[in-house]
């Protein structure tokens, strides 16, 4: 994969910064803020769609050395986790100079659980409030980004920061599409960092998991520090609490009551839907620290329990709903929901390993028979059959 032709443009009062991946533009823009055509921010985002199609990442550029160090550091951790070759990026060259770090700290705000606590209870001074359209909202989703500026705004003005709004076709670029965004977020996150350096030399990712959580994901605090340079330091904020603690820490802050948003399955057209597996887990740990009903971003209470019993399953058996349990301020009707609930799951965990194991098999017969000289000897249509019944049972 080669990067090139990095290049900035201020047209109609937008920044933009562009390289050329694989022939086919890519490119980060903003009315708010300068942005810097860092070749860091390009190799950021493209390392790891790069190695996973067993490619060398090609940046036709300078590249910062510490940079490029850190990333040797990461390059082991991809392969551990998702069996990626070791291939390190190759510029053309590698920058001496060294430059001034920014004293300004920007994070990456998404109005969620995390970030909302990042915001309000990690200690850091924030001077830029940054929320990217194209990462979790399509670049033509402007109803569900109109209902979420002002939350941005406001959320801004009340900590003294500065909102800074950034488009990208990252997500949409041929060249990073095909790899799981699971895996990818971490890099593009760090790609915004970059090119903000002119503006923040700093750049904080709100944890999704805590130190005691080594589960592979695209941003974690084993890797987050490493996508630093000399004029970036990435820095893992909040790993110390699972996201049901954070929830008990920021329950009560009046911000969160109007702008908190977790929904990630988009059913309406804006904020928070009150009825997914996600929702309706927040909805109950704001139920038992005895705030829901001060949350306007959400469904009050009433309906809660008629809520919970609608969920077809959790999406694992969640840390909160252990809590939950536990907790003697919620409701006995709620915690026997939760119970129900926490069944289900089993249930359907149990489903899905046992078709984890069939399709094992059926992918153990497909090579099989791919290897085997008697295959050949069918009746065509008897292989075209098996083959469309291999296919169907995948």
């Known amino acids: 994969m080669r990067i090139s032709s990095f290049t900035a443009a201020f047209e109609q009062g937008v920044h933009r910064v562009i390289a050329d991946v694989d022939g086919v533009p890519l490119w980060f823009e903003s009315a708010d803020v300068a942005l810097t055509p860092s070749t860091e921010a390009f190799a950021s985002a493209m390392l790891i769609p790069a190695i996973a199609r067993g490619e060398t990442l090609t940046v036709e550029d300078a590249l910062s050395p510490v940079w490029l160090s850190n990333v040797s550091r990461i390059?082991?951790?991809?392969?551990?986790?998702?069996?990626?070759?070791?291939?390190?990026?190759?510029?053309?060259?590698?920058?001496?100079?060294?430059?001034?770090?920014?004293?300004?700290?920007?994070?990456?705000f998404s109005g969620g659980v995390d970030s909302f606590y990042t915001l309000l209870r990690s200690g850091h001074t924030i001077n830029h409030l940054v929320f990217v359209i194209g990462f979790d909202m399509t670049l033509d989703d402007r109803a569900r980004f109109e209902a979420f500026e002002p939350s941005l705004r406001a959320?801004?003005?009340?900590?003294?920061?500065?909102?800074?709004?950034?488009?990208?076709?990252?997500?949409?670029?041929?060249?990073?599409?095909?790899?799981?965004?699971?895996?990818?977020?971490?890099?593009?996150?760090?790609?915004?960092?970059?090119?903000l350096n002119g503006e923040a030399g700093r750049l904080l990712i709100s944890a999704s998991q805590?130190?005691?959580?080594?589960?592979?994901?695209?941003?974690?605090?084993?890797?987050?520090?490493?996508?630093?340079?000399e004029k970036l330091q990435v820095i893992t904020a909040g790993a110390e609490l699972h996201r049901y603690e954070k929830v008990r820490e920021i329950a009560r802050e009046p911000l969160?009551?109007?702008h908190l948003r977790v929904c990630w399955e988009n059913r309406e057209p804006s904020g928070n839907c009150s009825r997914c597996e996600k929702c309706v887990r927040t909805r109950l740990s704001l139920a038992e620290c005895g705030e829901l009903n001060h949350y306007s971003a959400f469904d009050g209470a009433a309906s809660l329990l008629e809520d919970i019993n609608a969920l077809p399953h959790s999406n694992g058996i969640k840390l909160a709903y252990r809590s939950l349990l536990e907790s003697p301020r919620l409701?006995?009707?709620l915690k026997r929901a939760i119970r129900r609930l926490i069944a289900r799951n089993k249930k359907f965990m149990r489903r899905r390993e046992r078709l984890a194991k069939i399709r094992k098999r059926v992918r153990q017969t497909s090579k099989w028979l791919a290897q085997n000289p008697l295959w050949q000897k069918l009746p065509w249509r008897l292989r075209l059959w098996i083959d469309s019944r291999i296919r169907h049972n995948q």
């Open 75 to 108: 390059l082991p951790v991809f392969h551990e986790w998702w069996g990626y070759p070791e291939l390190p990026p190759q510029p053309v060259s590698v920058r001496t100079s060294g430059v001034a770090q920014s004293e300004s700290t920007a994070l990456c």
């Open 155 to 195: 959320a801004a003005s009340a900590t003294g920061s500065h909102p800074v709004v950034i488009r990208t076709n990252l997500r949409e670029h041929p060249a990073f599409a095909p790899v799981s965004w699971e895996r990818t977020h971490g890099g593009a996150m760090a790609a915004i960092g970059h090119v």
């Open 210 to 229: 805590t130190h005691a959580q080594t589960d592979p994901w695209g941003s974690h605090w084993r890797i987050d520090r490493f996508w630093s340079s």
């Open 256 to 258: 969160a009551h109007a």
């Open 331 to 333: 409701d006995r009707r």
